[in-house]
């Protein structure tokens, strides 16, 4: 095995991701409250989700959609399990959760020790979320509280408009990006809508019908509809339409 995998990590340099863990097999070892909260994020990111601990939390013991398995961390037996995404080892042993990490770097699986970051590959972050909208804060380590403090000024700047607000975004940019394709074009559109006061009119909950009308005045676009060239978009006829006054 490379040096560098098995040395003690010091984050100097985290690298920062969003993962996909939609049907990926994770395992979960401990059934504590450090456990149960790992245990609830990764279910709520649409993980399969196996949890080995020699006790449950009364919360883990109620939990649906997750596999319990009542024993001990053993080898073999997590062997004859077979392939893992992600471990976490969060058991309240340290030389078991250190035992636990070098079984995962061993099988190239990624692992999060929660007692010991240094035998960590990856780290949870502290995370806002507004729909699409994912604002994850990390310490690496230094001070975990610090991180859930500065998420909760987050969570007070950033009001729940985000989540239509990124939707309606969204929406936009995938019709555009089907049906215009002029790139220059795409990306005009894209920039100038970010410079709308949407989040104003969500807020002041004028933005239903007005999404409605833009939605109507961008199917009337030409480029739209593949009959026209695309450069000039969105072109001041359109704006016009759409009701916007800049
Ligand atoms: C390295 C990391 C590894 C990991 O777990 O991924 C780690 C490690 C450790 N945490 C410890 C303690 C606490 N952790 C929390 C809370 C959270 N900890 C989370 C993440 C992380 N914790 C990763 C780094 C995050 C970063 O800073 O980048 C959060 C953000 C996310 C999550 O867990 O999902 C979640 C907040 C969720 C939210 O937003 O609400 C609280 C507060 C509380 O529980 O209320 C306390 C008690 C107060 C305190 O000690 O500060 C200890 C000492 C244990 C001991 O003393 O025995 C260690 C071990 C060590 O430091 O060596
Ligand atoms: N990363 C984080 O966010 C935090 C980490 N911690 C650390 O997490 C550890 C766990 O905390 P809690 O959940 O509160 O502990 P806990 O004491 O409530 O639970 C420990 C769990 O580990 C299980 N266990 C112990 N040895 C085992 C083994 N050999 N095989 C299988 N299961 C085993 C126990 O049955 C129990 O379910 C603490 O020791 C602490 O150092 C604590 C707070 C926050």
Not at 186 to 193: A, G, N, V
Not at 214 to 233: D, N
Request: glycine share 8%.
């Amino acid at each position: 095995m490379d040096m560098g995998l098995t040395e003690p990590r010091r984050w100097q340099h985290p690298y920062p991701i969003m993962a996909s863990l939609t049907g990926s097999r994770c395992l979960v070892i401990g059934g504590g409250q450090v456990a149960e909260r790992k245990v609830r994020s990764l279910l709520n990111a649409g993980a399969h989700v196996t949890v080995i601990a020699a006790e449950f939390s009364e919360g883990l013991a109620g939990l649906s959609g997750v596999v319990l398995r009542r024993e001990t961390f053993n080898v073999q037996t997590l062997d004859e399990a077979g392939v893992y995404l992600l471990l976490v080892a969060a058991t309240n042993d340290k030389e078991v959760n250190a035992r636990i990490a070098r079984y995962a770097m061993e099988r190239s699986m990624l692992i999060n020790v929660v007692d010991q970051p240094e035998l960590s590959t990856f780290i949870m972050p502290s995370v806002v979320r507004r729909g699409k909208l994912v604002i994850a804060v990390s310490t690496a380590g230094a001070s975990p509280s610090a991180a859930r403090r500065i998420v909760k000024e987050i969570d007070a700047a950033y009001g729940e408009e985000y989540e239509m607000y990124l939707d309606f975004l969204s929406r936009v940019r995938l019709l555009v990006q089907e049906r215009v394709t002029n790139k220059e074009a795409r990306q005009k559109l894209f920039k100038e809508m970010l410079d709308w006061d949407l989040l104003g009119m969500i807020r002041q909950g004028d933005f239903g019908g007005w999404s409605e009308v833009f939605y109507q005045a961008l199917e009337q676009q030409p480029w739209m509809s593949g009959q026209g060239e695309a450069k000039e978009a969105p072109s001041w006829a359109f704006l016009a339409a759409i009701g916007w006054h800049a």
